[in-house]
């Protein structure tokens, strides 16, 4: 097996080939980086040593018995070979003319495996307790990164239509630290990550214990990674083969803490909807009343 186009072998060839002249320490990081691809290619020498119970060290000289410089070479193999699995347009090519099955029929079909999936891993005491954390905060801070970032906005403007106080970050470096500045104790922080580890949790998690704020992770895989520091997790399955949206499982969880939050307080979602559906007939009033201002007038004969 190689790379299209090259000489090299791919990486699961690679570490295949490779195991037996391994230490245990090393065919254990090895085996974590064959099957669990797509959460090693942002991770840190130290978050892959804490996904498989080993070391800093211990990482580094796996990717060096592999053949690479480093962990950051190994990291772009790595990269590519996850990029050449999960195009969605290569594997509707591998695939098509084996069943017969059109391209809207796998979408559709994948979408209704991935939301069976979810439900499946629904724990209903967990899931209350992700309610009772929506329901009891001051305010939502909801954060995301990339396609994430935009469910972030999702449900923090929905909770704004509920009456909630809420707001959405999906900022990364200095912009960052400016969203997280007015966190507070009785905060809650909803973090949508699929399954990359990222610096910038990190630093949110840190941040939300400093100041005692509670977490509901919202994860594709990390939820035993991060339960230690986290109030209540969910599980969103992330898509195989890239044939639906990453954000499928999580969107749909979403819409079902919202509508469990709404029934928790009526009163209140129905009187920030009237108020909502008032000021929006305000706005086109005003806007019709503008439009007939602005038209120009005939002139006399």
Avoid: C
């Avoid at 003319?97 to 005491?125: M, N």
């Avoid at 594709?220 to 499982?249: G, H, I, K």
């Avoid at 706005?283 to 009343?289: F, G, T, Y």
Wanted: glycine share 6%; net charge neutral; charged share 30%.
């Amino acid at each position: 097996m190689t790379e299209p186009g090259g000489d090299e072998p791919a990486l699961g060839a690679r570490i295949n080939r490779n195991l037996a002249g391994m230490s245990r320490a090393e065919r254990i990081v090895a085996e974590y980086l064959r099957d669990h691809g797509r959460h090693a290619i942002f991770a840190t020498a130290e978050q892959i040593a804490g996904a498989t119970k080993t070391s800093d060290a211990t990482v580094v000289r796996t990717a060096k018995s592999l053949g690479f410089g480093g962990l950051q070479e190994m990291r772009r193999a790595l990269a590519a070979e996850v990029v050449r699995e999960t195009n969605p347009v290569r594997q509707v090519h591998d695939t098509e003319g084996r069943d017969g099955e059109s391209v809207v029929a796998r979408v559709f079909t994948e979408a209704a495996e991935r939301l069976a999936a979810t439900w499946r891993l629904v724990d209903e005491t967990e899931f209350a307790a992700a309610v009772d954390l929506l329901d009891e905060a001051r305010e939502v801070l909801a954060f995301g990164l990339g396609g994430s970032g935009l469910l972030a906005r999702y449900l923090a403007l929905r909770l704004t239509r509920m009456g909630r106080r809420a707001r959405a970050s999906w900022a990364t470096g200095f912009q960052l630290a400016d969203d997280l500045l007015g966190l507070r104790a009785d905060d809650l922080v909803v973090l949508y990550v699929p399954s990359r580890l990222l610096a910038e949790i990190e630093v949110v998690l840190d941040h939300a214990e400093k100041v005692g704020a509670r977490v509901l992770l919202i994860s594709s895989s990390l939820q035993a990674q991060f339960a230690e520091r986290v109030d209540a997790t969910l599980a969103a399955p992330q898509s195989m083969t890239n044939f639906t949206s990453e954000m499928l499982s999580a969107e749909v969880l979403s819409d079902a803490l919202l509508l469990q939050l709404a029934s928790r307080d009526e009163a209140r979602s129905t009187a920030a909807s009237e108020t909502l559906t008032s000021l929006r007939s305000e706005l086109v009033q005003r806007d019709e009343r503008s439009s007939v201002s602005r038209r120009p007038r005939k002139r006399r004969s």
